[in-house]
């Protein structure tokens, strides 16, 4: 077997590679993090740009203040849905803006008596274009005071920023990789020190550099998969500890950071990733150590 199997080397005596599953378990348990951090995201910045895409939302004052406000409504929503490039506008049921906001104001804070305004959801139709600034002379014609807001004015610089918290989520797991296989590397070459008698009697007794590199290749791979393990299996913890946090406070953009089957099987692979890495690292590291041993 490759992982686990008896050696001429007594590993067991070595310090540093009874450190090496911690090590690697956190180092594990931070990239794991981050990259459940760098996919959910990656799905909330999808959501919102399919999501906020050729839409608009209209604001009509509505209260004490505004008395033909019901009347007002009416005649914005008819001349929008005739408005070129306009696949659907709908006016918002006051239950979900109530439902938007309990969050904030909680479930007892009076909701029910503000005066919130009419909002009226305008989406374009596909390969459609509306002309924003055409459409907002007109619905300010019809009722003074409403204001038409396109969501893609505000939604791109978000979009932007989320974009590049991504990638630096990306490169937080990128430092994280070179850190680890730079521990293989300094475990590697304290074990050889350590054991560096007994290697000398298995160059007498005719083994290769190769043979004595696999043994230390199949000790890192066995160790550094245990600390995988472990990293990422509190990792999963914490991201389904998030995802329950998230779903109590009724965050509504967490439904676009559910991980999809695909991505759930890259991220169980991280583990077997980490393990292959150290395996890799352990022999360019036994090798080249040899050869300027000899």
């Given at each position: 077997m490759l992982?686990?199997?008896?050696?001429?080397?007594?590993?067991?005596?070595?310090?540093a590679g009874r450190l090496l599953p911690w090590i690697v378990a956190i180092m594990i348990y931070l990239s794991g993090?981050?990259?459940?951090?760098?996919?959910?995201?990656?799905g909330l910045v999808s959501t919102w740009s399919s999501g906020l895409s050729g839409a608009l939302t209209i604001q009509i004052p509505a209260g004490p203040d505004s008395p033909h406000a019901q009347q007002q409504a009416g005649a914005v929503l008819a001349l929008v849905r005739k408005?070129?490039?306009?696949?659907?506008?709908?006016?918002?049921?006051?239950?979900?803006?109530?439902?938007?906001?309990?969050?904030?104001?909680g479930e007892d804070a009076g909701a029910g008596d503000l005066p919130l305004p009419i909002l009226i959801e305008v989406h374009a139709a596909p390969d459609a274009a509306i002309d924003t600034a055409a459409l907002s002379a007109k619905v300010a014609?019809?009722?003074?005071?409403?204001?038409?807001?396109?969501?893609?004015?505000?939604?791109?610089?978000l979009i932007g920023l989320a974009r590049s918290i991504w990638l630096v989520a990306l490169l937080v797991?990128?430092?994280?990789g070179l850190a680890t296989v730079i521990t293989v590397v300094f475990a590697t070459r304290t074990g050889l020190r350590i054991h560096r008698r007994v290697i000398g009697l298995l160059h007498l007794i005719g083994a290769h550099d190769r043979y004595i590199a696999r043994q230390f290749e199949r000790q890192a791979l066995w160790l550094s998969l245990q600390g995988a393990i472990i990293g990422i299996v509190f990792a999963i913890g914490t991201v389904f500890g998030i995802a329950d946090l998230a779903g109590k406070i009724e965050l509504e953009p967490a439904a676009g950071?559910?991980?999809?089957?695909?991505?759930?099987?890259?991220?169980?692979?991280?583990?077997?990733?980490?393990?292959?890495?150290?395996?890799?690292?352990?022999?360019?590291?036994?090798?080249?150590?040899?050869?300027?041993?000899?």
């Open positions: 992982i686990r199997r008896q050696t001429d080397i007594p590993f067991d005596q070595d310090p993090v981050a990259i459940a951090g760098a996919i959910a995201l990656n408005a070129p490039g306009v696949e659907q506008a709908r006016r918002l049921p006051r239950q979900d803006m109530l439902r938007l906001l309990r969050p904030w104001l014609a019809a009722a003074p005071g409403a204001v038409t807001e396109n969501h893609a004015r505000w939604a791109g610089p797991v990128a430092l994280i950071a559910i991980f999809t089957p695909v991505q759930w099987a890259i991220f169980a692979c991280v583990p077997l990733v980490a393990a292959l890495v150290a395996l890799l690292t352990a022999r360019i590291t036994v090798l080249r150590t040899l050869r300027r041993m000899t």
